[in-house]
Structures are given as C-alpha cells and as structure tokens.
C-alpha cells in the first residue's frame, strides 16, 4: 500500500529556513509536493513537482521556496527560506499515483516565531 513518511519541521524563527522531506512508497507517482493549512482555512499549495516536469509554487512562497525530487527514492525535499510567522501551519505532504489517487502524510506543524 500506499505510504508516505514525513520529516522535518518544529519551531523556527521569523527569517530562519526549514527543510521537510517526504518519501512515498507503494506506487509510482505522477506528483509530489507540499500543501499547508490553517485553521478555518482551505489546504493550499506550497510546493509540487510533476514527474518529468517542472516545480509549481505557490503565490505565497514565491521565490523563497525550493523543492527537488529524487526520482530513484520518491522523495522530496522543500527548503522554505526567509520564513514569516504567516508560515506558521500544518504541512502536508501530497503524493499522487499513477492512477491519479492522492494520498497525504500525517502532517507536520512548522510554527514560525516572530
């Protein structure tokens, strides 16, 4: 079955960088990336690389964001620089499958102090 096993995050200070990993097992996988979430707010985008393709960020973590994929391990890295204490949420790692599944990692708090 489909796994995926986070890494990172914790309490970091405003300016600081933070890096999460995530590797997923189990299948092949069109997408990888990372989503956030606050409360009351919807999930959105951080960072997600296609396979084959090029990253997308979101508006929020442009040009302070960098995420890379190991194709030989499924894993993906985000290194988020210059952090703000809107960064502050609940990470997610989303990885899709070659069936066009979606599956997500527990979650990670990342609480950025000011």
């Known amino acids: 079955q489909v796994q995926l096993v986070e890494s990172g995050g914790g309490l970091v200070q405003a300016g600081g960088s933070l890096r999460l990993s995530c590797t997923a097992s189990?299948?092949?996988?069109?997408?990888m990336g990372w989503y956030r979430q606050t409360p009351g707010k919807q999930r959105e985008l951080v960072a997600a690389?296609?396979?084959?393709?090029?990253?997308n960020y979101g508006d929020s973590v442009q040009g302070r964001a960098n995420i890379t994929k190991d194709p030989q391990s499924n894993t993906v890295d985000l290194q988020l620089n210059e952090l703000k204490p809107e960064d502050t949420a609940i990470y997610y790692c989303?990885?899709?499958?070659?069936?066009?599944?979606?599956?997500w990692g527990q979650g990670t708090q990342v609480t950025v102090s000011s």
């Open positions: 690389v296609p396979r084959g393709g090029a990253p």
């Open positions: 989303k990885a899709t499958t070659w069936y066009s599944r979606d599956f």
């Open positions: 189990g299948s092949s996988f069109l997408l």
